[in-house]
């Protein structure tokens, strides 16, 4: 990435600040845009049901670096959603694959076999064998890292970058915050590795302040749901352009025997089914039903059915709107180039004020 780069360098009449911004942009930006083959270091948050075929290739197409969502899908799945998603750029883009998926080694074989040149893993510590079997594929390799005791694992282990994210994402969080997990994160591990910061993430000047404290790049999710090019329903895109920080809450843990993972969405009617799911299970758990890898697995299946029927089929009030708290910035239907766009702006003009 140079200076001259049209997707951070807006408008002619530019001031000397405005230069300078653009300036100190496209350096902090470049180790994270060299790793990840993109224009610039901002990778497409994977969201299952979303980051299909179309996002990720407008992502890309657009400068960004998309990544495509296996979630539950099965190897066949996978290899013809790579394929199409390969016809509609020639640019990079990553696969993020779930960690406990019971099919993971057959869907590092998929990535391999279409040449994946980034893997991104997530849902916990890699089972054995699987770091090995993506590094052997000649792929780089990101995982994400909520603690810094797992994410000085991982980068021991194997892990080329790391993503860091904090609560305020939306689907599976952790506990802690976006901006302390940085403050934390950042200082010790931004020097031996790139690390990408998520969650919250709706703007450029908060961009611009994770790039000025070490980080490679960011990932954004939320922000790019309703891109024009995003195949998510009518009535999805609505929800989010209506909604405001305060309507994206996590979910509650009913019983604390289950592995259950707090996920982030708007506030409807799915949520109490959510809770009535947990009940069920846990007496499927007391009965000997099912074990606990049983319990967590009907869990992640609840979770991607009820996305499904609120990103395809449209019923938001049943389905999981899965959102981070910045969805309060999304406020209109926009084509992924305008968004990235006007986020490399906004970072820019940040720098800019910074170097005045």
Known sequence: ??????????????????????????????????????????????MSWVSERNL???????????????GAMTPELLDREIAATRERTAKPFGVNLITMHPALTELIAVCGRHGVGHVVLAGGLPPRGSIEAIKGTGAKLICFAPAMALAKKLARSGADALVIE??????HIGPVST??????????????MPVFVAGGIGRGEAIAGYLDMGAAGVQLGTRFVCATESIAHANFKRAFIRASARDAVASVQIDPRLPVIPV??????????????????????DGGGVEMAEAQLQIEHYWAGALRRAVVDGDIEHGSVMAGQSVGMVTREEPVAAI?????AEAAAAFGRRAG
Do not use: W, Y
């Not at 990235?340 to 490399?344: F, G, K, T, W, Y």
């Open 340 to 344: 990235l766009a006007e986020l490399m």
């Open 264 to 285: 982030r969405a708007l506030r409807n009617a799915g949520g109490e089914a959510f809770a009535a799911k947990q009940r069920e299970v846990a007496m499927l758990l």
């Open 166 to 171: 904090g609560m305020e994402a939306g689907g």
């Open 1 to 46: 990435m140079t200076v001259a780069d049209p997707i951070i360098a807006p408008i002619a009449d530019q001031g000397q600040d405005q230069i300078r911004g653009r300036r100190r942009l496209a350096e902090r930006m470049a180790r994270g845009a060299e790793f990840l083959g993109s224009e610039v270091a901002v990778m497409g948050g994977a």
């Open 179 to 192: 901006s302390v997990l940085a403050q934390e994160m950042l200082p010790e591990l931004a020097d031996a």
């Open 56 to 70: 990720v290739a407008a992502i890309s197409e657009a400068g960004g670096f998309g990544v495509l969502a296996c």
